[in-house]
């Protein structure tokens, strides 16, 4: 027995700082509109994925960082969205800046949604592993500033029941984590959606800029391998105000072989046909959890934050 669903990697290419939410949504429905051409339940659309990105600028004005956050979801200008996905009966996955107040206190997240075929949000995440520093580095070209801009995410790694299957969401940084994906692993997640904004320089790391290619598919296969589950990886991609961002969006078995992905750097779909139960042979021999994991022994892990050296 199958359990298919059709799921489209909608790469985006560059966002200019100039860019209105109308001209991107324009965009976005463009690339849900091919996806339900070419018979997608859902497709996955990047990190951030209604501004550009924005933590590249130090700003110290807090109404101005304010700008690139959605204060609601849907809002005005996200709302065509919502009802393309209703007309056309595609679901999405999509990151954005969400600024929200919980118990009379402000909150800032970089958030992903997972919207139905009918246009309802039925599952939400606020990323965890934010990268990055809080304050302005005059060494780099360019600036990562997360861990300024937002919190950490406050809600774990829920997964939803949704297309047929059981999905959980990441967000870019977050796919270098083997936790990440153990934490959904460990709900039986069959499909893991990400979307990405990663910077192919890396101003502490030169010496990893030749490598950002090979490093984005190489956590993301191993973790689809080792969890049985498909993974959509999806990038914004392309040179986006001066700053080179890698594409490389795919779809990932859970053999952990790549089935489908985009070429090039701009807007543009990656469609593959996706069995539910193709992660069922993993699950249940080489990583069946319940019969292998010896968690007993894995304290370390949730006990000690960073590599301490004792011997
Ligand atoms: N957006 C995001 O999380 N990007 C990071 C860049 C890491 S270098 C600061 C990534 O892991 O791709």
Known sequence: MSRIVTVGAAQLGPIARSDTRTQVVERLIALLKQGSEHGCDVVVFPELALTTFFPRWYMEDQAEVDQFF????????TQPLFDAA???????????????EQDGQVRHFNTSILVDKSGEIVGK?????????????????????EKRYF??????????????????????NDRRWPETYRMMGLQGVEMV????????????????????DFHNHLVMQSAAYQNGTWVIGV??????????????????????????????????LAV????????????NTIFNFEAHREPQHYGLIVERKGAKVTV
Request: with cysteine; net charge negative.
């Open 125 to 145: 995440y606020r990323k965890i592993h934010l990268p990055g520093h809080a304050e302005h580095e005059e060494y780099r070209a360019f600036q990562h500033l």
């Open 235 to 268: 990038a914004k991609a392309g040179v986006e105000e001066g700053c080179e961002l890698i594409g490389g969006s795919v779809i990932i078995a859970p053999s952990g072989e790549i089935v489908a992905r985009c070429t090039g750097m701009g807007d543009e």
């Open 86 to 100: 209703r007309e056309y009966g595609v679901g999405f996955y999509i990151g954005y800046a969400e600024l929200t």
């Open 151 to 172: 919190e950490t995410g406050d809600m774990g790694w829920p997964v939803y029941r949704a297309f047929g299957g059981i999905i959980g969401m990441c967000i870019c």
């Open 272 to 283: 593959a046909i996706c069995d539910f139960e193709m992660g069922h042979s993993y699950k």
């Open 193 to 212: 959606m990400v979307g990405y904004n990663t910077p192919r320089h890396n101003p502490p790391s030169p010496e990893h800029d030749r490598l950002s």
């Open 70 to 77: 959605e204060k609601s979801m849907p809002g005005t200008d």
